[in-house]
Every structure is written in C-alpha cells, then in structure tokens.
C-alpha cells in the first residue's frame, strides 16, 4: 500500500464530511499535527467533534479552526490558554465536554482496543461524574467512561519508515499514540522518512498497521506559547 502523499490536502481528500468526529494529537503546541489542521480549515469542513487534550492557543493549532467556525464540541481536559475557546463556550457556541486528563487518554486507548467502556474513580464525586452509571467495586464507587472512536485521527510524528512505522520525539509523544488508534483512519504527518527496515523494530512506538496514509510535513516552525526571558545581567 502506497501511504506517503505529496500534501496534507491529498492526504486527507476523501476523509472529511461535515459532523464528523476528529481525535488530534498534541499537547498544547507539543507535538500538533499542524499540516493536517491546516488542510482541515482550507477544506472548510465544518460541524466538527474533536477530541484532543486542549484547542491550542489563539490562532495556532486547533485554534485555528475555532477561529472558522469550524468546531461544533470539543472533547478536552483543558481550556485555558485560548480566549476565542472561552469567549464561545461562555457564548454557548461552542459545547464542550470537559475531561480528566488520564481519563481522556484511556478512552482513546479503549476505543482503539475495541473497549466500549470502562470504569474509574477519577472524577466520582465532581462534575465530570454527573449523569454518568455509578458502580461500586470492593466498597469502592466508581463512573462508567465511554471509549472514543473518531471517524479520523490526525497526528504527528517524528521519524516514520515509508511503511508507517512511528517514532514520536519526547514529550511530543503525548496523545499521538493512543489517539492513532482510536478512529477508523489515521492519517499522520512527519519530521522525517526513512527507509523501510532502517528503525529499530524495538524504537518503534507506533506500528506502521494503524497508519494509512503519511505526509512529510518539515519544515517547521517551532511555536512557543509562553515565551519567558529574564533580563541579561550586567557584566
């Protein structure tokens, strides 16, 4: 199967439908399928569910589709960070589903594996656990989580083979991986490609079975969303 194509466009053409449920990897602008996001927003897909640990920052990964209108609900454990996210939440103009962090990395992880559910204490006694099943196990209460199974996973690697083996760089590790498997199709973007068989079969975090189609997104520009400097001191 030839998985590598020319752009982020081509890669995705075919995939996207209006409603459609997304899960994107990244954590804040760590590790973001940022090519694929792009072609999402020129595509002008709209009506979107999108799983992901956060919405970026203003004007930078998810963000950039909040910006369009594009983004209907987010399933994510955190907010902050982006007022145009807040500003249509509090607007009711944007639903959101509001996760633990853990918790949203297993139900991915679930929905990969082909679990259904899955019952855990974080969260049993807030919020999170209103209208959810409650079970008691050993004295013990805990909620019903739902696996998530998206129509897409878009994610981002670090060093793939032109079989679709993955390696994700350090912290950029995050959520790609569980969300790779969590949709019906993954579609990832790379740093590098590297021949078939060059990776070490033990280096590999992601197997080439769960992707289907593969972009080389590099050059990138790394974004920071907090920039902190102090002053140089005198010499």
Known sequence: MQKIYPDAASALEGLLFDGMNICAGGFGLCGIPERLID????????????????????????????????VKKMISSYVGENKEFERQYLAGELEVEFCPQGTLAERCRAGGAGIPGFYTKTGVGTQVAEGKEHK?????????ERGIYADLCIIKGWKADKAGNLIFRKTARNFNQPMATAGKICVAEVEEIVETGSIDADCIHLPSIYVKRMILGAPYDKKIEFRLTRPREAA
């Open 39 to 70: 072609a999402i927003r020129d595509a002008g897909t709209k009506d979107l569910t999108i799983a992901s640990n956060n919405a970026g920052i203003d004007g930078e990964g998810l963000g950039k589709l909040l910006r369009t209108r594009q």
């Open 136 to 144: 008691d196990f050993d004295g013990q209460t805990y909620i019903l």
